[in-house]
């Protein structure tokens, strides 16, 4: 039996799918499903345009609602992109920062990470900082240097008292919407060195942080995921678009 002193967080990414009705019927249904939350921390990453609409639906309940994704300015001449006052202002309590498809497909440079992550902070987002491995990363053993570089830039303004509101999902690309989840040993040893490089940077801080598995995950995988002690919770992607595979997951331990 896994001794949690984090509570878990069941985040589902909703990424460019859904629409508008579709969405709220989803929102009503979990909502209506976890109550007073049943000590777990449940949210959706909702595209931005329906995030007014969810967060009036969400709210009353314990149901965290966020961004995918954001610019770290305020205000000013960046066109197509959305401030975290923004966010906030249309019910957002979080935001994705640093998500695989916005450093992979969108070549959004590493260096902007840190300020993404300083900007949620200081706007009080609660962010969920994303990293993880390409394939050929992986295959070349870089994975643990990988992973270090990018949390060392992710965390280059943030001090040791932010890190409790900060959470990390350890994303490894190839099992990002691919059906190919990582295995529990490579996702243990993967947040062992996360662990510890918090711990080499925060300090004690560093228990606090809560560190998620994300690529994959599915109603019959999600038990075993979250019964290692080093899985805080799981962002999920393609499985937490409908109810049906949806409730299983934030039910994981039902
Ligand atoms: P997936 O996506 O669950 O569809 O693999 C996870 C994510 O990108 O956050």
Known sequence: MTVRTRKPYIAGNWKMNLDRSKSLDLVKTVKGRIGDGSGREVAFFVPSIYLADVSAVAQ????GVGG????????GAYTGELAPRMLREVGADRVLVGHSERRHVFKEPEEWMSRKLRAALDSDLQPIFCIGEKLEERKSKRTDRVLKKQLESGFAHVKPEDAHRISIAYEPVWAIGTGETATLEQVDLAHA??????????GEEAETVRILYGGSVNPDNAKDIMALESVDGLLVGGASLQAE?????????A
């Open 60 to 63: 009353g309940s314990p149901l």
């Open 68 to 75: 995918q994704n954001m610019w770290h300015e305020d205000h």
């Open 193 to 202: 060195t996360i662990r510890k490089w918090l711990t080499s940077k925060v």
């Open 245 to 253: 595979t949806f409730l299983p997951i934030i039910e994981y331990d």
